[in-house]
């Protein structure tokens, strides 16, 4: 079972398979701070749609993909990712909402070692442990193979 923690099943506003596509290219560039919130949601969609992708290339290899949505977890990450500015809010509202680290944890190895997870070669859940269906954007299979190809090729450089 391989499990990807990148924002999936979040149903982003305003994307389409272009800009994901788009987003991907420009992320092998520098991005300044203040555009990486508006890289986050290309690339999410672009984990689902690579996890579809990868369960069909690799279905001979008996591995099941799982896309899930840690939920808000208090870490540094969030305010590393935002304009500096933005941090004391960030803290103030992770403190509010998040959950712990360990919590997190806790809901991954439910997800993992759930019978559900063994049924189909993808599938995607919330933090809660509840099923999702992913964004529309993220069914598009020729954004699929497109990210695939992508990420392989991204890698090998």
Not at 8 to 25: H, I, K
Not at 26 to 48: H, K, Q, Y
Not at 91 to 113: D, N
Request: with cysteine.
């Amino acid at each position: 079972r391989i499990i990807s923690t990148l924002a999936s099943t979040q149903q982003f506003p305003f994307q389409s398979a272009d800009a994901v596509r788009q987003r991907l290219e420009e992320s092998t560039e520098l991005i300044p701070p203040g555009r990486v919130p508006f890289c986050l949601m290309p690339v999410g969609l672009a984990g689902d749609a690579w996890l579809r992708e990868a369960s069909i290339r690799y279905q001979e290899h008996n591995l099941h993909f799982v896309g899930t949505f840690p939920g808000v977890v208090s870490t540094e990450v969030a305010t590393t990712s935002f304009p500096s500015w933005m941090a004391p809010l960030l803290r103030a509202k992770l403190w509010l909402m998040a959950s712990t680290e360990e919590e997190a944890g806790l809901v991954h190895v439910a997800i993992a070692s759930s019978d559900n997870v063994g049924r189909q070669d993808v599938c995607f859940y919330n933090h809660l442990c509840e099923g999702r269906r992913v964004h529309n954007v993220a069914l598009d299979d020729s954004l699929a193979a497109f990210v695939f190809d992508w990420l392989e090729k991204t890698c090998n450089k």
